[in-house]
């Protein structure tokens, strides 16, 4: 499985961006996507997830009510809106892969998660 996340970039403080992530090769459509992110001298950290059916999203405190998660089956990729962006935002921000199939729970840890993609850079300047 290759997840291939773009969209990052530099945007002022207020402002939005729309990560994307798409998934090639053998694909889990019935795993949980999800999207971490790493900002500099800290650790990676959940953002937000969505179950397999696309019924269900989780989101990390800080971003709820700013940020959505959506998924099209049909193409393997999953989305992540951020609307209102902080400073604290800036980040490397990942997406990931569950393929375990058909959890009963959105799975927030990043060691529940088996493939993930490269990383894109989100600035968001003050």
């Known amino acids: 499985v290759q997840l291939q996340a773009s969209g990052g970039g530099l945007v002022q403080a207020g402002g939005s961006l729309r990560l994307s992530c798409a998934a090639s090769g053998r694909t889990f459509s019935n795993g949980a996507m999800g999207w971490f992110r790493q900002a500099p001298g800290k650790e990676r950290e959940f953002v937000g997830a969505?179950?397999?059916?696309?019924?269900?999203?989780v989101y990390e405190d800080s971003v709820k009510g700013r940020f959505t998660i959506s998924r099209d089956k049909t193409k393997n990729t999953v989305i992540l809106q951020m609307n209102s962006l902080k400073p604290e935002d800036t980040a490397v921000y990942y997406c990931?892969?569950?393929?375990?199939?058909?959890?009963?729970?959105?799975?927030?840890?990043?060691?529940?998660?088996?493939?993930w993609g490269q990383g894109t850079l989100v600035t968001v300047s003050s």
């Open positions: 990931a892969v569950d393929r375990t199939s058909s959890r009963l729970y959105v799975p927030v840890r990043s060691v529940e998660y088996d493939y």
């Open positions: 969505i179950d397999w059916s696309g019924g269900r999203t």
